[in-house]
């Protein structure tokens, strides 16, 4: 469930917002800030596929050693359909894509869904600038604590904290310096105490973000 990364093995350590498939976007603002995939790091708060027209390769990511990402609810629908369950709720979420591959494809695409199952619910990152907590929706407690157990599904699901610090109700989650979420696609970064939302809708046609954290 938990991932610690070490930011000294790093140059520069990047985070990105929701990428859905928007893989050219991707590319495009990696080129902006000269990632070196030798020496730096980009770190994805998940969701890397479905709505967006370059599904395989964002999902091909999670084979690049410059590259990890937390599990986001849409690699959780996907998941929850190869083990079984309703496809209903994917397709309505933009996952129809996978159901029109042929099956060499699908074949594949279904490799790298197996692998995303792997991917941590929370990734924490020590940097020279302090400590930093990514997930893809929520940490649903108000303290961190590394490999505390927490609920999975408020991980890459909840929006109440957003909602309420939307209304002016916002707390300090304690453990960590900041915390770096995506899931709710919102017009620019919102930064609310130490939580920090970058999903900012690349998929629909805003711009990706992409923060440094070192």
Avoid at 38 to 65: F, H, K, M, T, W
Avoid at 102 to 126: R, Y
């Amino acid at each position: 469930m938990y991932l610690k990364i070490d930011g000294s093995e790093y140059r520069r350590i990047f985070v990105v917002g929701d990428i859905h498939g928007c893989y050219k976007k991707l590319m495009d603002a990696l080129d902006r800030v000269q990632f070196e995939r030798s020496v730096d790091l980009l770190v994805s708060v998940g969701d890397l596929a479905d709505r967006g027209p370059q599904n395989i390769e964002c999902y091909e990511l999670i084979n690049a050693n410059w590259f990890c990402a937390a599990r986001g609810n849409h690699e959780q629908m996907a998941i929850d359909v190869l083990a079984g369950g309703e496809a209903d709720s994917w397709m309505a979420n933009g996952g129809r894509w996978f159901f029109s591959l042929d099956d060499s494809k699908k074949s594949q695409v279904e490799q790298l869904i197996k692998q995303a199952e792997q991917l941590p619910l929370v990734i924490e990152i020590t940097t020279e600038h302090g400590k930093y907590v990514i997930a893809h929706a929520d940490y649903p407690s108000d303290e961190y604590v590394y490999g505390k157990a927490i609920n999975q599904h408020l991980v890459v699901w909840n929006r109440k904290r957003l909602s309420a610090a939307m209304k002016g109700e916002s707390e300090e989650i304690t453990g960590a310096d900041k915390f770096i979420f995506g899931h709710t696609p919102l017009v620019k970064p919102l930064l609310f105490k130490n939580q920090l939302y970058i999903d900012t809708g690349a998929v629909f046609g805003n711009r990706l973000t992409v923060i440094q954290i070192q």
